[in-house]
């Protein structure tokens, strides 16, 4: 009797399991972006309004948190809001995407693992949940982003497997050109392929054939080191030393730097790292009293605002290192000087910018900050900041031209005829409903040109034509350094075209009106050969005398067999 009981409720428990509507629920949310608004197409950008943060160790028994950052990033805010201020201006414009808004979603993370989170939200976004059904992913049609190297590979590498494109305006690591890993990755920043190549000529040019070699411990310093040092030894330029450090490193590695630079006889370094490394470094080499060195540098640092406008950092004068070109953008400047946290009401960090630029709050009646309370009346017109200045646009640009890229991919798909097409059967894209992989296989093909009269375009691995100007560091009032535009570089032209200087005067390392002379060995007067120094470089030589039956009319004769004539 027990066990027909048993089998019965059995069979009225499989009953009802099978008339249960089957229930789909969410583990968790996806993080909200910073800013956003809508639109028919969606755009995603990933920037770093803050950078900067302590080490953590994950144990893996939980799901990681987000992490706080640290330092105020003003320039990461204008590229956010220079991506804003293209996909309004392509709203307006009725000659590209007309009847077709692009709205938005930017996230503001640092970390590599944050900002990864940050993409994956991009990439699987959802919906809105209703109580029996999960909905669908709501994926962006383009990412663009992110700023440094490394965390752009971290997420590009996974996002290329969805065949989202990336579009990176300041990711220079040679390495993500390799589209077996990165399949969905372009730049509208030259690969530092092209300048490490430039650099090795530049020290070549001005006769420095003994340098040293110092870059971040990331695939952006390494790989772009690596690339340098190669191209160095090409052209007869020999290193003395390559090092590596990272800011959030032990800092005995920090120190280690330091005593190679103090114990090396080269007086010319070769940086190529990130701003925030070379902050650290230049400022314990100001504390030894380690002077006199002729800086050249990586764009990833050489005109960032918080080094060139700052009285701490005026070792740096004379500095050179090549840049994307100045440009303008008409009407980003007003566009910046209208921003108001009023804008985006859930933006936290809006407010907080806002807050540390009039030095208020907008918070009432908090007892433990004593800051006033904001007027209202606030207007960043009237204040000077770097996030409003606009008289040194290059990789806001590079922003500026990255979304009109993903639009003018758009465009192209809309306005597909059929028949004509590029996939099955020569059909065209479903403007109900565009995939990113269809965005990512027109914009292989975009080819436009600015209103600024640059022309944009990315060859087969997602590069963008490699075009520099080469600029010097040089005093100006008040402790802020000026930068001057001395020559260009051009990798698109023949060998021996390629590095022209303009009739610009120099100012050189420390202010200094001489160039410094940084040599292994001093040339070898006629009369005498070169004789390369055991276990030294070949830039590392004495001179000798030539011997009998030979003789040398000319400085620094290499030295040869007996009896060659030389």
């Known amino acids: 009797m027990l066990l027909l009981m048993l089998l019965l409720e059995l069979v009225l428990n499989m009953q009802w399991m099978?008339?249960?509507?089957?229930?789909?629920?969410?583990?968790?949310?996806?993080?909200?972006?910073?800013?956003?608004?809508?639109?028919?197409?969606?755009?995603?950008?990933?920037?770093?309004?803050?950078?900067g943060q302590d080490g953590a160790i994950e144990t893996?028994?939980?799901?990681?948190?987000?992490?706080?950052?640290?330092?105020?990033?003003?320039?990461?805010?204008?590229?956010?809001?220079?991506?804003?201020f293209a996909i309004e201006e392509i709203n307006q414009n009725r000659e590209i995407l007309h009847n077709i808004s692009l709205g938005y979603k930017i996230y503001n993370d640092c970390g590599s693992m944050d900002i990864l989170r940050a993409a994956m939200a991009l990439a699987n976004g959802q919906e809105n949940v209703t109580t029996n059904s999960c909905s669908k992913p709501n994926t962006v049609h383009a990412i663009l982003g992110h700023s440094g190297s490394t965390p752009t590979m971290g997420f590009a590498r996974i996002i290329g497997r969805f065949k989202i494109p990336v579009i990176s305006h300041f990711a220079t690591c040679a390495c993500l050109s390799n589209r077996k890993e990165f399949p969905s990755f372009f730049r509208t920043i030259p690969s530092d392929y092209?300048?490490?190549?430039?650099?090795?000529?530049?020290?070549?040019?001005?006769?420095?054939?003994?340098?040293?070699?110092?870059?971040?411990?990331?695939?952006?310093?390494?790989?772009?080191?690596?690339?340098?040092?190669?191209?160095?030894?090409e052209v007869g330029v020999c290193v003395e030393y390559?090092?590596?450090?990272?800011?959030?490193?032990?800092?005995?590695?920090?120190?280690?730097?330091?005593?190679?630079?103090?114990?090396s006889t080269s007086k010319v370094i070769m940086a190529f790292m990130t701003h925030r490394e070379v902050k650290v470094l230049v400022e314990e080499l100001q504390k030894q009293n380690i002077?006199?060195?002729?800086?050249?540098?990586?764009?990833?640092?050489?005109?960032?605002?918080?080094?060139?406008?700052?009285?701490?950092?005026?070792?740096?004068?004379?500095?050179?290192?090549?840049?994307?070109?100045?440009?303008?953008?008409p009407g980003l400047g007003q566009f910046l000087q209208e921003v108001n946290p009023s804008q985006f009401p859930h933006s936290t960090f809006l407010r907080e910018f806002w807050e540390n630029v009039f030095n208020c709050t907008l918070t009432p009646h908090s007892l433990t900050d004593r800051r006033r309370l904001c007027s209202g009346s606030?207007?960043?017109?009237?204040?000077?900041t770097q996030f409003t200045d606009v008289s040194e646009l290059r990789f806001a640009n590079n922003v500026y031209k990255a979304v009109y890229a993903v639009a003018h991919a758009l465009h192209n798909l809309l306005t597909c005829e059929h028949s004509q097409g590029p996939f099955t059967n020569n059909s065209c894209a479903n403007g109900n409903s565009i995939k990113p992989w269809q965005v990512l296989h027109y914009l292989q093909t975009v080819n436009f040109t600015t209103n600024s009269g640059e022309t944009v375009y990315f060859d087969s691995n997602g590069d963008s034509p490699a075009r520099y100007e080469l600029?010097?560091?040089?005093?100006?009032?008040?402790?802020?350094?000026?930068?001057?535009?001395?020559?260009?570089?051009d990798a698109s032209l023949p060998e021996g075209q390629q590095f022209k200087m303009n009739n610009v005067s120099i100012v050189w390392g420390g202010g200094s009106e001489l160039v410094a002379v940084s040599v292994c060995s001093e040339s070898c007067p006629p009369g005498t050969r070169k004789a390369v120094q055991r276990g030294k470089p070949v830039c590392c030589y004495d001179c000798v005398h030539c011997s009998e039956g030979e003789i040398s009319n000319t400085t620094d004769v290499d030295g040869g067999p007996p009896g060659t004539g030389r």
């Open 471 to 489: 600029i010097n560091l040089q005093n100006a009032k008040d402790s802020i350094m000026e930068i001057a535009t001395i020559g260009y570089y």
């Open 291 to 329: 002077t006199g060195l002729q800086w050249i540098g990586s764009d990833a640092w050489i005109t960032d605002n918080s080094l060139t406008d700052s009285e701490g950092y005026t070792a740096l004068i004379g500095a050179l290192g090549f840049v994307v070109s100045r440009a303008q953008i």
């Open 18 to 51: 099978q008339t249960e509507e089957p229930v789909c629920k969410l583990l968790g949310r996806a993080q909200q972006p910073e800013l956003a608004k809508d639109g028919d197409l969606i755009i995603g950008g990933i920037f770093s309004f803050r950078t």
């Open 194 to 233: 092209h300048q490490s190549r430039a650099l090795a000529q530049l020290v070549k040019h001005f006769g420095w054939t003994w340098v040293g070699a110092i870059s971040s411990d990331n695939d952006y310093g390494n790989d772009g080191m690596a690339t340098f040092v190669q191209a160095a030894q």
């Open 242 to 263: 390559s090092v590596a450090f990272l800011i959030s490193g032990p800092r005995h590695a920090l120190l280690r730097v330091v005593e190679v630079i103090k114990h």
């Open 378 to 384: 606030e207007n960043l017109r009237e204040v000077e």
């Open 60 to 84: 893996f028994q939980t799901a990681p948190t987000p992490r706080p950052c640290k330092d105020l990033n003003s320039r990461e805010l204008q590229f956010a809001h220079t991506m804003m």
